[in-house]
């Protein structure tokens, strides 16, 4: 009897295993029943894949015996397969009817009750699938519907329970319980346990490292703890694992977005869309994905990349809303798109939207800054058809309406705003952003009472960095610094890295007369980053003590450092740039960043700004607008246009004292002396009011005379210069230079005399020493010049003009000494580099002939001419060469420069008849006559 058991169920093993030879060869042994034969044949069918065969070969084994339990297991899981669920449960209660020891039939049931949905049959089912477990305790297929039924009822502590129970009973390296990890991981999750849930899904893929499921639930488990990195491999894994999978791609995609590699995330969503250009989620995410884009620009102050975003988002989003017009989430975005567009001025808002999304059927339509905003709001109040009680959607809408306000200078649209964050409070008495933007809207319409309650009651709520800078700016308006200071100090404690907070503490700092620790501030600022009101606080400030420092008045050391060894300046002009992108229409903005470029030597620029001033400030204050024509010539007459010049100058309807020296400087460009030395007269009569403009004029006079009428008459206009107290030094060394021109020796001592008194002066101690030695020269006295510049050097070596004369006067007076020409000249360009206090009063005047005034300090450029020269003449070419090649790398705009590469060029080299081209063409006549006689 044992061995016939036996038997057949290895006869029903070689069946399942489709072993015909075999399972014949075995029913020759033994003697079967019909129902026997019948339910071998059908598990051999079912093997084969003959499942039609095999279900009437069971119902035959049925009718030769209706209470065979694992016949009627089979049928009824044959029936399951073929979706026919209702028949199989006949079978399936048949069988757990006649054999209570088999778990299979309860398995089925407890599918076939869950596949209900009904809460009563979820009982049913959780009652199958024990009793199965009682029956047999390691059956999958129970415990994961068992686990499954707790979650769904919300029976999550009996859940946590019985899979903890089930994890305990095996390593999780065996792989026999990674279905009980895996739901114990989405349990977690269910119920926020991040970090719990990791560890569990962790443990299930150390038994089934294969499981795409489980890596997908893995990534979500990573999201959900923030660990973003983590995720975003998880998913690659699914890639790796199931290529196909799009939600891991999109999932890939979104993670990126949120680690703010936006770019990326962009590229993946429009990889996902080129498959399935109806693809919704990804339509939505690349919305997303370029709206972020486009806030970061806007932070940066790359306003039109955060355009070209905003047009890209708003053609996605309008798909996507096509699609599916009923998420409220979609119309929400293109919203948010809309109202990005308030910070920025009207002329960068220009960009083409969908027609159909402002009503105007196919196509694209041209549209501008209050299209756009008019639009975001259509789209918010579209959102809030959806869902009218969504506070998010009444705060986004009051804001846009705010900033509607401010565009239009509208109180009815800043009375709609206040009304509809009033409602918002209705709903969320206890948000804080809603009370802070109530108070900033309240602000707005002057109701300072409102604004302050609501700032307080914000910061009841949660205390934040915005909301203690927006009360102290509240405080600043009404006039109490002492309560604003506090204010923002919370807001500095709250977040440190909140700019506006430290600019609000400029600004208090500025109000209560502190320059040094209002400057300081705001160059602060700067390092945090781009901000409009403190850019044009630390470029106000920066420029006002660089005017104390020309004046010669007294600045306090602080403020001195920041702009000569902090590169105050620089800071200046790039803040200035940042304010005027954004704010277009503050001609005085624009007129302070044309003086910082000037200073920079950025003239074109410097042009540039001061026209676009000029074109805002037209037919406002006249005085304002005389300064800037004023400075528009000067710029026009350095740029060498001195035609322009004399036009901007002679239009102006009150000139002052720089703008007539400055026509008079455009006539002398154009060679009208005539013209020049008569406005030079009329300024002496009319505008010089003090002694020293007085003598510096007349100077300026000499130097026309003796162009036009010879030494005589200028000799004459510079005694009457000297005669002034205090004289013009440079009318001095003009007299002086007289005198060596017409070896006048009484006018050179008288000269050399009045010089002493200025020997210690940094701006002309080099200059007169140069014409102490050229005096000596005059005499015959060479060793006695040399000494004297030798000693001029050791008595200011920090001086690099002094260096620079002092190669010049080797260069030109001793070649044997050409090499040591060279180490001063590279010392004079080191000093010269290095040097922040750099004196620029009056025009640069160089040593070599055409190496004119350009916008740039030039003493380098000077420098680096006379030692690639110095070092030709000793003979050492290669050093030559590489001055010369440094020049052209920082100078290319020197004709200079390609002069001396080319005169270090060796004979095969192919760039020599470049080099040569090059410098006959650029313009300067001596250079272009030797470059042609070159060989």
Known sequence: SSDKELSIILAKVYAVLNKEV????????????????????????????????SEKLLEQCLADNPSDSEALVLLGQITWDKDQKQKSLAYFLKAAKVDQTNWKPFVYLGHYYSSVGTQESKQKAKKCYLKSLALNPHDVEAGQGLSDIYRETGQLQENLAFLTDITGKSLASSGKSSWAWLRLGIHFLAVDDARQAVNALQSALRGDSGNVICWEALA???????????????????????PKSVYARLMIAAIKDRLGKWREGSADYRVLLSEDAAYLPALRGLGESLLN?????????????AVDCIEEALCVLTKAAELNPSMLGTWRLIGDCCALVGDLPCGSVHMCVPGKLVGQGEGQLQVAKEELLELGSRAYVRALNLDGENWKLWHQLAVLYSTIAKFKKSRDYQLKALGMLKHCVKLVPGNHAVWNSLGLTAMLVEDWSLAQHCFIKSLGIESSSATWTHLGVLYLHTGNVNLAN????????????????????????ETAGFSTESMDLFRHCTFLGGEVESARGYANWA????????????VESHNRYIIEKMYGLAAASDSLRLYCRRIQDDGLAFCQLSVALERQGLLRRALEAAEKSQEILTGDNHQYLDKVKSNIGRLHCRLGNPEASVATYQSMKMPSLESTVGLALAHYNMANYQESYEVYKSCLHWMAESQTVKSDVLVAMGNLAYKVEGPDVAKTLLFQSCQISPPSVRGILALCVLGIQSSDLGLIDAALAEMTAHANDPRYAHDIVYLQASVLLLKGDLKGARRLMLKSVHRMP????????LAVFLLVNSREEAAQAAVCARKSGYLAQTQANRNNNGRYISKIKGLNDSGSDLSLAESLVIESLALLVAGDKAGSKRTASR???????????????LATGDDGCKWRSKVQEHVQSCGDKLLSSWAGNYP
Request: a negative charge; proline letters at 2%; glycine letters at 4%.
């Open 887 to 901: 020049l052209c790398f920082l100078y290319p705009y020197l004709s200079h420069s390609w002069a001396l590469l």
């Open 293 to 305: 884009q486009a806030k970061a620009h806007l932070q940066t102050f790359v306003d039109k990349n």
């Open 220 to 242: 979500e488990a990573y999201v959900a703890r923030g660990s973003f990195t983590a995720a975003q491999k998880s998913f690659e894994k699914v890639l790796d694992l199931d």
């Open 543 to 554: 420029l006002a003590t660089i005017r104390d420092i020309d004046k010669g008045e007294k």
């Open 486 to 509: 506090r204010a923002l100090k919370e807001a500095q404690s709250c977040d440190p890295s909140n700019l506006r907070g430290w600019a609000g503490q400029a600004l208090v700092a």
């Open 22 to 53: 075999e399972l014949q060869d075995l029913r020759t042994n033994i003697h079967l029943e019909a129902f026997e034969k019948s339910l071998i044949d059908a598990l051999l069918m079912k093997a084969k894949g003959n499942i039609d065969e």
């Open 798 to 805: 920090w001086s690099a003009p002094h260096w620079r004369d």
